[in-house]
């Protein structure tokens, strides 16, 4: 997948999950990445250019790279 494409998904859920709070949002959209994306999905998102990414998208993905 494109890396644009992979950036607008990551930050429509942490845009969606942001009510709940920062906190909470970005350990959601983190556990969201971590269960439901597509090994591929990550590596690309993991190795692609992140300046893209909303605050709390930012901090899960950051979140996710630690995991590799």
Do not use: C, S
Request: charged share 30%.
């Amino acid at each position: 997948m494109e890396i644009d494409r992979l950036t607008y998904m990551a930050n429509q859920i942490a845009r969606n999950l942001a009510p709940q709070g920062e906190e909470e949002a970005i350990e959601l959209t983190f556990q969201h990445l971590r269960d439901f994306w597509d090994p591929r999905m990550k590596t690309a998102m993991l190795g692609g250019n992140r300046a893209g990414l909303d605050p709390i998208a930012r901090v899960a993905v950051e979140k996710l790279a630690e995991l590799a």
